[in-house]
Every structure is written in structure tokens, then in C-alpha cells.
């Protein structure tokens, strides 16, 4: 009888430990995503431009993610139909990673990652506008929960308002992004995600080289210093690279909703980050706006 209910209780308790690994690549992967205000604010310091910053970031990220798919055997072949939706792709990731990284300079990054965050909401709205997804109540009332979130963050830390720059900046950031996550779920590539990834950023990287030289700073200049090249190897590995392989990793074990609803210690991590590294401000009125929008997007990710 013992002998019997140790072989029942045997796969129980490997599939909790499973699912506990699930859990831990979903929180890693959120936290490792919070940490870009880290390496982009030291290089702005250095008087480095957000599209110099965000080069160097995709260079050293679609160089590892090569190594990656080589180490794998992958090819690298692509079909024209891949071709023009990876171009899309990056693009949108291209504007996306812009206007984020450049809200640094108008608002507190921590506050700017929490907006970020807000585009399931976007997807969600974009979902029911283009493809007559019906949207349900707690659609409503997230959206509800979240502009009151909004409207408590909107005065800063000493009282003044937001930047309405760098609201609008964050905004664009999280509808480029919704899009590309309604883009990339409706055409179904047929590849890897690491593939799709590393194609996206070759392109992302394009885009970011146009955009500098023709509205930009120009050419991004080559790093002098040794902390430089660290920040942006930093910026390729950990928000790009390992945040992408614990997510894969959470979303195999156990499933995209837990994943998404452990994506709020991403700007958890952005706001711990910029209090503690960058002296950031925190009042109980800018911790209750973070709180509403997290439970936002929370609600949104638990009913889907």
C-alpha cells in the first residue's frame, strides 16, 4: 500500500516542482525586462543618446542570439512572406524601444515602466476594434482601474505634473508594442521565437541606424569607455536576451496567463531600481497609482 502511494505521489510532486521552476523562469524574465532603466540611464549619464544606447543594446543581443541558434544548429533561411512581416516587426519594435527609452528623459524611469505596462489593455482594445472580439466587463473596469491609476501618477513625486511629452512618448511605446503583439499572433510565423527575435532586432537595428542618421545624432559613436561597452553588453544580455529564454521557458511550463500576470515585477523591478539606484522619488499617492494599473492589467491576464 505505502509502495503504491509513493508511485501516485511521485509525478505530483514533479510536476509541483515543475511548475514551481514555471514560476521562477516567469518572475526572472519580468525582473530581468525591468532592469533597462539600469544600463540606458548610466549611458545617458555619459551623454549617450537613447538611439545609440538602444544600438548597442540590439548589436550585443542579436550577436548572442546568434551564437544561440548556431549552438542549436538552426538555419537562418527566411521565406519573402517572413521577410516583409519580420521588416513589420522590427519596425515596430524600432518605435516601440525609441519612444521608451526616450521618456527616460522626461519622467522617472520607474513611472514610465509602469505606463508601459499597460499595453494588454491596449491589445486587448486593439482586438475588439479590429477583430469584433467582443470586450468583456472586466475589460471595462480595468480600463476603468487603470485610468484611475493614471490619474494618481500624472503629479510627480514633488507635486508637478507629468511631462506630457513623455506620456505621450511612453503611450506611443505601448501601442507600437500592442500592435506587434497583435501582429505577431494573427500572421502565425512558422519559426522559433529566438529566430523571430533575432530577425526582429537585425531589423529593429536598421530602423534605429535610419532614424539616427536622418532625425537622430548621426552614426553612433564607437564606446571609449570600459563601464560604456559594460552597460551595453549588460543591456543585450540581461533585458533582451535572458528575459526572452526565461519566458519561452515559463510559457512551455506553465502557460502564457501566469506568465503575463508575473510580467508585473517588471516595472516593480523599474521603480525599486530607480528609487534605490537613481533616488527616484516614491510618495504613497505614486505607489497607489503603480498598485491600481498592475491590478489592471492583473485582472486582464487572470480572466483571459
Known amino acids: 500500500m505505502f509502495i503504491r502511494e509513493s508511485i501516485v505521489k511521485k509525478p505530483q510532486v514533479l510536476a509541483k516542482i515543475s ?16 532592469t533597462n532603466p539600469l544600463g540606458a540611464l548610466h549611458l545617458y549619464a555619459q551623454n549617450y543618446s537613447p538611439e545609440t544606447v538602444l544600438f548597442y543594446r540590439f548589436f550585443t543581443a542579436a550577436l548572442l542570439l546568434m551564437v544561440v541558434m548556431l549552438s542549436k544548429g538552426s538555419h537562418f533561411k527566411i521565406s519573402f512572406r517572413e521577410f516583409r512581416a519580420l521588416v513589420v516587426f522590427g519596425f515596430l519594435f524600432a518605435a516601440s524601444s ?40 472586466w475589460t471595462v473596469v480595468s480600463i476603468a482601474v487603470s485610468m484611475a491609476g493614471i490619474a494618481l501618477l500624472y503629479r510627480g513625486g514633488d507635486g508637478a505634473t507629468l511631462s506630457s511629452v513623455g506620456c505621450l512618448l511612453v503611450f506611443l511605446s505601448s501601442i507600437s508594442y500592442a500592435i506587434y503583439m497583435v501582429m505577431a499572433n494573427r500572421i502565425n510565423l512558422q519559426m522559433g521565437s529566438v529566430k523571430m527575435t533575432f530577425y526582429a532586432i537585425c531589423f529593429c537595428m536598421f530602423f534605429l541606424l535610419l532614424y539616427s542618421v536622418t532625425l537622430g545624432s548621426g552614426l553612433p559613436p564607437l564606446f571609449t569607455q570600459a ?45 525599486t531600481i530607480g528609487v534605490t539606484v537613481f533616488a527616484e522619488t516614491l510618495t504613497m499617492r505614486i505607489m497607489a497609482g503603480i498598485i491600481l494599473i498592475l491590478c489592471s492589467t492583473i485582472l486582464i491576464a487572470v480572466k483571459k
Open 19 to 34: 511548475a514551481l521552476k514555471g514560476f521562477v523562469f516567469a518572475a526572472l524574465s519580468a525582473i530581468c525586462y525591468g
Open 98 to 137: 525609441l519612444t521608451y527609452y526616450a521618456s527616460f528623459k522626461y519622467m522617472d524611469a520607474g513611472l514610465a515602466s509602469t505606463l508601459l505596462f499597460l499595453y494588454p489593455l491596449e491589445v486587448s482594445v486593439l482586438m475588439a476594434i479590429f477583430f469584433k472580439e467582443k470586450i468583456k466587463i
Open 227 to 271: 563601464s560604456s561597452w559594460g552597460w551595453g553588453f549588460m543591456l543585450g544580455l540581461v533585458p533582451t536576451v535572458l528575459s526572452l529564454i526565461f519566458m519561452v521557458k515559463a510559457v512551455r511550463i506553465v502557460g502564457s496567463t501566469p506568465t503575463a500576470i508575473l510580467g508585473a515585477l517588471e516595472p516593480v523591478t523599474a521603480v
